[in-house]
């Protein structure tokens, strides 16, 4: 480029010299017409005229043609110049376009981001309900069993659970490709940019060098065309990227509400639970007729079905309860209760001694019962039990769920 104006100075300069030759000339012209009018001349003036007033128009004429190719030569380095700087308008547009979906990449990236958090947190609930659940479990196995139902809402759980784990996986697989493809982008967009530079700079050179920026200018069209197609593969991946963090936000919705139906099922069932001990009276029995023990010492009572004045569980909801009851005896002869429900028997077991000592017997039961539905024990006549502080004669029960 230096040497291209370096030349239309040059002929500028040639310009103006031939102006003032041309100037030159004229008053010479109008001398000589001047000094033919007042002296004679001589044979040798003639003939400089004659030589000057030939070689004059034809030096003028090759001025003239010089001037007329520098301005063509301007015109036409003026449009190259046009042309470049139309390509450098483009190049910018699609570099700032490229920047805008990477800040939306970085911007979905966040909202994933957070999404998993939130994700890690409905993970956190779960787990804290599944140890509500265990010791909820652990409390009901203390007092005799809460087998198939409890492992089946465990089991369930669980499952739930690794669902979720692997569906986080997946959210955070996909998640490093997506960094991994926006850290591709990146480097090709510098690339591009440092190609860009380039070939900006090689605008710059002389006209020698025209023809090989024709060329180089259909090679950054092919270029651009390249940039637009990456563009569109960006916003393609944009896309999909919207697509799994609407997954992701269904997702935990689906936690969410998962949580809130544990929770209004813990805080909608109801809680009965009994542990009692018969005495601290020693030896009861043995009597004429069936006695109603009555259980004093109560330990647990969660919802109050048992009633210690009575010696009667009475069922507050419909659903199946587990029922255990253990009996002790340090005499001879028989020791054994009767199990009803209402005024139906449900159990008899007993057992005889031969021989003084302490000796148990312990039996449990799983019923179904209706609301209002009442469990006592009796002590058959001529049976006789032992309790004291040390609790040998329990009766105990829990509901293990509703109907």
Known sequence: MRVVVGLLL????????????????????????????????????????????????DIWAEVRAL???VVELKVFVQLL????????????????KTTDLEKENADLQTRLSSSESELLLSKSRIDQLERENAVQATDLISLGTRLTATESKTSDLEKENADLQTRLSSSESELLLSKSRIDQLERENADLQTRLSSSESELLLSKSRIDQLERENADHETRLTATESKSSDLEKETADLQTRLSSSESELLLSKSRIDQLERENAERPKVAFYTALTDAGHVGPYSTDITLKYSKVFTNIGNAYNPATGFFTAPVKGVYYLQFSVCSNRTGYMGVYVYKNNQLIMFNDEGKEEVGLEYLTKSVVLELKAGDEIYLVLPSDYSLYDSPHNHNTFSGSLLFTL
């Not at 004229?26 to 003639?46: C, H, K, M, N, Y």
């Open 10 to 57: 040059l002929l500028l300069a040639l310009c103006g010299s031939g102006a003032q030759g041309e100037g030159g000339g004229l008053g010479q012209v109008g001398e000589i017409s001047e000094f033919q009018e007042t002296a004679p001349r001589d044979a040798a003036e003639e003939s400089a005229e004659s030589t000057t007033k030939q070689t004059t128009p």
């Open 67 to 69: 001037r007329d190719m």
């Open 81 to 96: 110049q046009r042309e470049n700087s139309d390509q450098e308008m483009r190049l910018t547009a699609t570099e700032s």
